[in-house]
């Protein structure tokens, strides 16, 4: 195992007590939020009238992220770091609810939750009640940019978010249960994409307390020289801080995150003053701690602390069972409120100096709210790229070609801003955008050989056969104020419904949010699509994902389907204008016939839909008889074909 810590401790008896009751203090506000209606200071004895009705909430993984907050919160004031929090366990809301509004963020943003003790009251209350707020680290949390829940995407948001972010380090916390996910699994290669040069950091810390809701989980049963193995192999230094006892474990952990914040200095200098283009061994952190740490040892005779039953709620029934009212207050009072808040529930101002300040409280850091730092695209006059229509279908072209002919140039663009980026599994070149190589090239901090091509450890592509980390990745790089594209088959685009439904929610939440600002829009390329898959067959065709984008509210999603190259080109310029939305193209990449020259395009495009008096036999002055309708290409081949054959038997 290797040994972080220095030859010294880091921690003063004044700082460990100081840190230790910081702790305390997020720990009785996540238990309070979880608990109480009333009373919310303990300032007369609990009754049963003071506890919620419904008691909904997840306590297990909070002590944990509650402990590496007041950590981190040392690290940053320590030396003035950029930090962002990624909060991997789904339901870790109370402890992030928290520690925002210790340090402030929270009240800044909702004056209503005032820093005293009737707002220490009302962010009781609204927690999972009706009206209020949700359990997990939502787009309502200060500082959030991975919304739980749904487990297995905050170690590729995390590492989305330090791509061209070179002063940032990313702190993500990976709950073990989460880690079982394959989503998860896969992310732990991102830093094979990470530049030290031109990249920030990502410190990923995986918190194993053992258990999922009912279960062990599998890394918390593995031996530390197996997992020490195991993340080494996956190019990082394990750092194990391990333990139960507060004082002990509060010391480890400062020392830890000492020696990883000084490796990760050291790997940005060597690289960017050394010039050493060495793929790093970056540290990482093994946190054991209980699940449930620091809550009732044992319920009704059941074993609590350290087991799956502190998993939501440990104690179940206050109102109903005078015991269970007992225990609740006795735990309430474990963390001493009365050392924590003054008179008027203020958290103490010795306490209060722990927390950074300003825009480095990880609350208020805005790359989690990304708006605040977009810059807009730089980006050419996509009629520079026309293709020269004489008469409908008279030329053929390759839609997505002349499209990558177009993203080359946003490339080069935007090379100084550094905040574009394709990603893609692994199909860039097949699906015809191949012109962006005459200017960038694939990231990738693996070894290089002689005869790869166009693989470079600096380059705007991402490829991995890993859509979870394509879709990931892109999210993450949205979120903290970029922009890109994510170009895959149709086919296998499915892989990623689950986190599309996420991220289609988490901008339909925060577009109610007037704090949270605009980012841009997550734009999808769908080509190799299911009319063109004359090699692969059904293997290959599969147009659902189109249903699934199509159930969400249209002031979210957009779905194209431009029937041409220019149509095409009008459409890919459209989208990387607009933000907070999902904009879907589904688009062809074969030789196909042209229909639309550029001013017939911009204004069918435009309009959204159009009739093509070409296409048809109908007179201004009368009613159709029948109306062909019809979107995209393959679609657009067919139904003019069937105009043709119509036109034939009416001429017969």
Same mark, same amino acid.
């Given at each position: 195992m ?6 010294c401790?880091?921690l003063?008896?004044?700082e460990?007590? %100081?840190i ?14 979880i ?6 200071? $303990?300032?007369q004895p ?5 506890v *919620?009705p419904?008691?909904l909430?997840?306590?297990?993984t909070?002590?944990g992220?509650n402990?590496?907050?007041a950590? $981190? ?9 950029? #930090?962002?929090?990624?909060?991997g366990?789904?339901?870790?809301g ?12 929270y ?14 009251q009302?962010?009781f ?6 009206g209020?707020?949700?359990?997990h ?11 739980g829940?749904?487990?297995? &995407? ?5 590492y989305g ?10 702190a993500c916390?990976?709950?073990?249960g989460?880690?079982e ?5 896969a ?6 994409f990470?530049?030290p040069?031109h990249?920030?950091? /990502? ?15 599998v ?14 192999g996956?190019?990082?230094e394990?750092?194990?801080?391990e333990g ?11 020392? +830890?995150?000492? +020696?990883a ?11 960017r003053e050394g ?7 970056w ?12 809550g009732?040892?044992e #319920? ?6 350290g ?7 440990p ?9 269970? %009212?007992?225990l609740?207050?006795?735990? %309430?009072r474990?963390y ?10 203020q ?12 825009n ?21 006059? &996509?009629r ?10 008279a030329?053929?072209g390759?839609?997505t ?8 140039d ?19 070149a ?8 005459? /200017?960038t ?19 705007r /592509?991402?490829e ?5 980390l394509c ?6 790089y949205?979120l903290?104020?970029?922009h890109?594209?994510?170009? !895959?088959?149709?086919?296998? #685009?499915h892989?990623v ?10 901008? *339909?939440?925060s ?10 829009s ?16 059904f ?5 659902g994902?189109v249903?699934?984008?199509a ?8 779905v ?7 149509t095409?080109l ?8 607009t933000?907070d939305r999902?904009?879907v193209?589904v ?9 639309l ?7 069918? !495009? ?13 007179h ?5 008889d029948?109306?062909?309708?019809? !979107?995209g ?13 119509l036109r ?5």
């Amino acid at each position: 195992m290797l040994d972080a810590s220095p030859t010294c401790s880091s921690l003063t008896d004044d700082e460990l007590n %100081l840190i230790d009751r910081y702790w305390r203090a997020a720990n009785y506000l996540s238990v309070g939020q979880i608990y109480l209606l009333d009373n919310a200071l $303990l300032r007369q004895p609990l009754l049963r009238e003071h506890v *919620k009705p419904r008691l909904l909430g997840h306590w297990g993984t909070t002590p944990g992220l509650n402990f590496v907050y007041a950590h $981190l919160n040392r690290a940053i004031r320590a030396d003035d770091l950029n #930090v962002l929090y990624v909060c991997g366990p789904g339901h870790g809301g109370p402890g992030m609810v928290a520690n925002t509004y210790l340090e402030g963020s929270y009240s800044e943003i909702y004056p209503d939750i005032s820093r005293d003790a009737g707002g220490v009251q009302k962010l009781f209350r609204q927690f999972s009640f009706p009206g209020g707020i949700p359990s997990h680290a939502a787009p309502e949390t200060p500082g959030s940019i991975s919304e739980g829940g749904e487990l297995g &995407y905050a170690l590729v948001h995390a590492y989305g978010a330090a791509f061209d972010n070179p002063d940032l380090i990313v702190a993500c916390v990976i709950g073990d249960g989460e880690a079982e996910t394959g989503a998860l699994a896969a992310s732990w290669h991102s830093n094979k994409f990470l530049n030290p040069v031109h990249d920030g950091a /990502v410190l990923p810390i995986l918190h194993l307390n053992g258990y999922k809701i009912a279960n062990p989980t599998v890394l918390a049963r593995m031996a530390d020289e197996e997992l020490q193995k195991l993340f080494e192999g996956y190019g990082h230094e394990p750092l194990f801080v391990e333990g139960s006892d507060p004082a002990t474990m509060h010391q480890l952990m400062a020392d +830890t995150m000492q +020696t990883a914040f000084a490796r990760i200095r050291d790997i940005h200098k060597a690289a960017r003053e050394g010039g050493n283009t060495a793929r790093p061994k970056w540290p990482m952190i093994v946190l054991r701690s209980p699940k449930g740490w620091t809550g009732p040892k044992e #319920v009704d005779g059941l074993k609590v602390e350290g087991f799956w039953r502190s998993h939501q709620v440990p104690i179940s029934d206050p109102r109903g069972n005078p015991e269970h %009212l007992r225990l609740l207050e006795e735990w %309430l009072r474990s963390y001493r409120p009365d050392d924590l808040f003054d008179e008027a529930g203020q958290l103490k101002p010795e306490l209060q100096a722990l927390a950074p300040e300003g825009n480095r409280r990880m609350g208020a850091n805005p790359h989690a709210n990304g708006g605040l730092l977009k810059r807009e695209l730089t980006l050419p006059n &996509y009629r520079d790229y026309a293709i020269d229509v004489p008469r409908p279908g008279a030329v053929l072209g390759e839609a997505t070609r002349e499209m990558g002919k177009f993203l080359r140039d946003v490339i080069t663009l935007n090379a100084e801003q550094r905040n574009f980026r394709i990603m893609g599994p692994d199909e860039t070149a097949s699906n015809r955008l191949d012109a962006v190589f005459e /200017v960038t090239e694939r990231q990738w901090m693996e070894g290089i050989e002689p005869y790869d091509v166009h693989l470079a450890q600096d380059g705007r /592509v991402m490829e991995v056969l890993s859509e979870h980390l394509c879709q990931g990745w892109l999210e993450g790089y949205l979120l903290t104020g970029r922009h890109g594209l994510f170009s !895959c088959y149709e086919a296998f #685009v499915h892989i990623v419904d689950s986190m599309f439904n996420q991220h289609a929610k988490w901008l *339909k939440v925060s577009r109610g949010l007037p704090w949270r600002r605009p980012i841009a829009s997550f734009n999808y390329l769908l080509t190799s699509h299911v009319w063109r898959q004359d090699h692969n067959g059904f293997s290959h065709q599969d147009p659902g994902f189109v249903d699934l984008v199509a159930n969400k509210k249209a002031d979210i999603v957009r779905v194209y389907f431009p029937p041409d190259a220019n149509t095409l080109l009008w459409i890919t310029d459209h989208v990387l204008r607009t933000y907070d939305r999902i904009n879907v193209i589904v688009a062809g990449k074969q030789p196909a016939p042209q229909w639309l020259a550029m001013d017939q395009a911009a204004v069918h !495009c435009d309009a959204g839909i159009g009739i093509w008096p070409w296409a048809g036999t109908e007179h201004v002055a009368n009613e159709p008889d029948v109306v062909m309708a019809c !979107c995209g290409d393959v679609p657009t081949l067919e139904t003019l074909a069937a105009v043709d054959l119509l036109r034939k038997v009416i001429r017969t």
